[in-house]
């Protein structure tokens, strides 16, 4: 093998250490929007026409509102609360990695009470909508996205 | 002044000594030579002439030395049966930092292709594993063309 093959093994090798993902230790970036879905008007945020696209496919509404967003540095086992209206509040916990997924529990409160609890497999860099709590004339949405590094 | 002998051009002789002429002819000058002094003597010197001719050219061919050629060829048709490496490189010429420019290029292609796809997971964005609610009702789906799942509950108190 000549002396050049052996620098562009070396190389290659270096770049695919350097490149591929590592979990290990890792914090978690968690971001949650808390969106107002009705039927009010044809308005959608202009931050929401990414999540917004694939929501329309599934759900009647035609208008999208972007009531909060919180950004959320974790670790793991690490708990993030974010206050939505009607006196609730979305605690959401990333516990550990499963291959290329976060797992997460999340649990909606109203006042004290716990309303729902749900234990998800989260894809890397990807994100779930949690809807259905009425909100004036329309309901809440919460888009959960997950990036672990 | 010489006498002068019609019976076969000079032109004819020049071809009968070329071993250019008809065979009946040929026959004929042939015998012709035996007779006539005039028309041997100028068989005799384009004889000379092209004997003279054909050593020239002899010694001149002689002179070629073929080796290097000979080489050169067996190379090339050794290298026509086997495309290397080296052929390859042979395109870009000398300069080791447009090799280099180009494998850089492929591997970093190459990486590019591999960390999308290999490291793309498939599946729904999110495997509900449990979900636990004492007051609303549950529905889990997802969105066919992104695969987005979405948790859907309805409280009912």
């Known amino acids: 093998m000549g002396k050049f093959f052996k620098i562009l093994l070396f190389i290659s090798i270096g770049c695919s250490l350097v490149t591929t993902p590592l979990y290990a230790e890792g914090t978690v970036n968690t971001n949650v929007k808390v969106i107002y879905a009705s039927t009010d008007s044809n308005h959608v945020d202009a931050g929401l026409k990414n999540d917004v696209s694939e929501l329309k496919s599934v759900f009647r509404y035609t208008s999208y509102r972007l009531i909060n967003s919180q950004a959320l540095r974790q670790q793991f086992n690490q708990q993030g609360q974010v206050q939505l209206p009607g006196n609730r509040s979305l605690m959401v916990t990333p516990t550990s990695m499963q291959g290329k997924r976060i797992r997460y529990q999340i649990n909606i409160q109203k006042g004290s009470k716990s309303i729902f609890q749900t234990q998800v497999l989260l894809k890397n860099n990807d994100s779930i909508t949690i809807g259905g709590p009425q909100y004036e004339n329309g309901v809440l949405l919460f888009n959960i996205m997950g990036s672990a590094r | 002044m010489e006498q002068r002998c019609n019976t076969f051009s000079t032109e004819q002789i020049s071809q009968f000594i070329d071993n250019e002429l008809e065979q009946d002819l040929a026959d004929a000058l042939s015998a012709h030579l035996n007779e006539c002094e005039r028309c041997r003597q100028i068989a005799d010197q384009y004889q000379a002439l092209s004997n003279a001719f054909q ?66 997971t498939t599946g729904p964005s999110a495997i509900v594993q449990s979900v636990d609610t004492s007051d609303a009702s549950v529905m889990i789906f997802e969105t066919q063309k992104e695969k987005h799942t979405i948790i859907w509950f309805t409280e009912t108190s």
């Open chain 2, 55 to 120: 050593a020239h050219v002899t010694h001149q061919v002689d002179k070629i030395d073929t080796t290097a050629l000979t080489t050169a060829l067996n190379k090339a048709e050794h290298r026509s049966g086997q495309r290397s490496w080296k052929d390859l490189f042979g395109r870009f010429g000398q300069n080791i930092y447009l090799k280099l420019s180009f494998f850089t290029a492929i591997l970093v292609i190459s990486l590019v292709s591999f960390q999308a796809n290999w490291f793309k």
